[in-house]
């Protein structure tokens, strides 16, 4: 089992940054493909990105792809979300999980989550 934690939530306006972090403790980091997803008031939990357990295999949603990366270090069990020109339809509360399955976009494909963290933008 695993445990997650994110972090690096908050506050911006249009067209700033924010990186969000994902700490993982428990059993074997490396055996987790891990992935971000978000959840906005009233809507369907959203896939972000995913990355393999080796980080060499990437995927971002289209809604995402030129402004988001994700990574990770396996060394120190974290992975990130890189969110860069931020919009305001970017508000939700991000979710970071984890799957033994090469991992998808699909949530029920993950066992394991975090709480989140809240990740506002105001225009």
């Known amino acids: 089992q695993v445990q997650l934690v994110e972090s690096g939530g908050g506050l911006v306006r249009t067209g700033e940054s924010l990186r969000l972090a994902c700490a993982a403790s428990g059993r074997a980091f490396s055996n987790y493909a891990m992935g971000w997803f978000r959840q906005a008031p009233g809507k369907e939990r959203e896939f972000v990105a995913t990355i393999s357990w080796s980080g060499g295999i990437t995927y971002v949603a289209d809604s995402v792809r030129g402004r988001f990366t994700i990574s990770r270090n396996n060394a120190d069990n974290t992975v990130y979300l890189q969110m860069n020109n931020l919009k305001p339809e970017d508000t939700a509360v991000y979710l970071c999980?984890?799957?033994?399955?090469?991992?998808?976009?699909?949530?029920?494909?993950?066992?394991?989550w975090g709480q989140g963290t809240q990740v506002t933008v105001s225009s």
């Open positions: 999980a984890a799957t033994t399955s090469p991992g998808g976009t699909m949530a029920q494909e993950y066992s394991y």
